[in-house]
């Protein structure tokens, strides 16, 4: 089992950078994948990013390929989704989640656990 804690949240402007952090509890979290989804009221939980066990695989959602980047480290138990040039409609609450397996996955019900989410706010 493992518990997820996510930070880094905030305000910030338009064009700016932001990086969220997803600390992980237990010693086998290099055994887990990790997504990245986003949340914004009256809407689904959408994948916003993926990494692999190891860091080599990354995947992500097209409207934040080329600006966006996961990555880790397992000395750390440490997941981060750097922002660059974030747009407004990046505006959500953002969550991690981790599963046991190989596979990185795009849809929430693959995964098992949950951080608590963090809001970013995005202004133009």
């Known amino acids: 089992q493992v518990q997820l804690v996510v930070s880094g949240g905030g305000l910030v402007q338009a064009g700016s950078s932001l990086r969220l952090s997803c600390a992980a509890s237990?010693?086998?979290?290099?055994?887990?994948?990790v997504g990245w989804f986003r949340q914004t009221p009256g809407k689904d939980r959408e994948f916003v990013a993926g990494?692999?066990?190891?860091?080599?695989?990354?995947i992500y959602a097209d409207d934040v390929k080329g600006r966006f980047t996961a990555s880790r480290d397992n000395a750390v138990n440490t997941v981060y989704l750097q922002m660059n040039s974030p747009k407004p409609e990046d505006t959500a609450v953002y969550y991690c989640?981790?599963?046991?397996?190989?596979?990185?996955?795009?849809?929430?019900?693959?995964?098992?656990?949950w951080g608590q989410g963090t809001q970013v706010t995005v202004s133009s």
């Open positions: 989640a981790a599963r046991n397996s190989i596979v990185v996955d795009t849809t929430p019900g693959a995964y098992a656990y």
């Open positions: 237990g010693r086998t979290f290099s055994s887990y994948s």
């Open positions: 990494i692999g066990r190891s860091g080599s695989y990354t």
